[in-house]
């Protein structure tokens, strides 16, 4: 049997793109480019050098982490840290830039106060809000509020026009799923019925509020306390008329996530954990209707090239000897490492995977993210 629908589109004649041949062809297709993976992989770093990489080529790009450690400034050597603005990168190192680098950290209330800003009709509303108690804390503690902010910060990035490339450095993965979640988690919680009910500024729609919510608002007075409740419907009532705003821009974050110029890389290392977390969130990417653009596997063991050891080349000689055994050892765990990260191969094929083998020194400056920046990028 064959799907009507698919056949008029294999039809109609449109092309899709083929996959890309290398990271750096990923990177010149995107205008967003997310790297996810679970902690302690190296996505951080990764991130780093995919935006080191992409200014040198000429693009004008910034980074920015969701992460709230401080990983992205010790990688880039930045002993002041990271700010919620972001600050320009001197790549200069003896090599001509044509690009820029930027980079900066979330900052989630701020984010917030300024949509709030944006969205409010005057200087008394945006008062009104700011100042508010469960305002303050829903900015800064509230769960999935950083992540909504985190998408913000994205759009608002990917349309300045400092900008033609954002790389995003995501917290581990699976808290990276709720900032491609968040959108639409508060899309949905502003159509919701007890909501448009709380935001009732009328005397008819307070009387609409007693007797339609009361009942639960009233067990949310009992757990949270009456002064926090009364304090998050003044916020709701202040709230009133923002809300077309807040959810047209999530309907923009949503579709900016699902562009074809956004792209998502995820990040791993050869343990069986670490894949084992990859392959997950490839999945979980592959149900939302986005796929893996490319697999980033950090900290491989190098390959020791295909020199065998000399027959009785090393009889009597102990020293030489445990030289082989060790060389043995560690093609070993190269063979095994490798067949660790098939099952991600298998699942993100066609899209490339680069290998990074294991470094001597930590990345921890301008100079190391150039050394992984020749394995992620290496000379064709």
Known sequence: MTDPELDAELDSGVETAPPAASLREVVER????????????????????????????GRRVVVVTIDPARRLSDALGLESGLSAEPQRIDLDQDVHV??????????????FDGLVRTYADDEEQIERILTNGFYRNMASAMSGTQEYMAAETLHALHHDDRFDLVVVDTPPSRNALDFLDAPGV?????????????????????KVLGSAAQPIFKAIGKVVGSDVLADSLAFFQAFSGMETGFR??????????????????????????????AVWFARQLADQGVGVAAAIVNRVQPEFGEIEEPARATDGDDVLSSLWANVA????????????????????????????????????DLDTLEQLGHHLFPAT
Request: glycine share 6%; net charge negative.
């Open 98 to 111: 044509e690009g820029e680098m930027w980079a900066m950290m979330l900052d989630t209330a701020a984010t």
């Open 329 to 364: 050892e560690l093609r070993a765990v190269r063979t095994a490492e490798l067949a660790a990260l098939a099952p991600l191969v298998e699942l993100t094929e066609p899209a490339p995977v680069q290998v990074v083998p294991l470094l001597g020194d930590d990345v921890h």
């Open 186 to 206: 508060l899309s949905r919680f502003l159509d919701h019925r007890i909501f448009k009910l709380a935001m009732l500024p009328t005397r008819s729609g307070l």
């Open 248 to 277: 047209e821009r999530a309907d923009d974050v949503v579709a900016l996530l699902r562009a074809d110029r956004t792209s998502f890389v995820v990040v791993a290392s050869p343990r069986r954990d670490t894949i084992t977390e």
């Open 30 to 57: 995107s205008d967003v480019l997310v790297c996810c993976g679970s902690g302690g992989v190296g996505k951080t770093t990764s991130a780093a050098v995919i935006a080191m990489d992409a200014a040198r080529c």
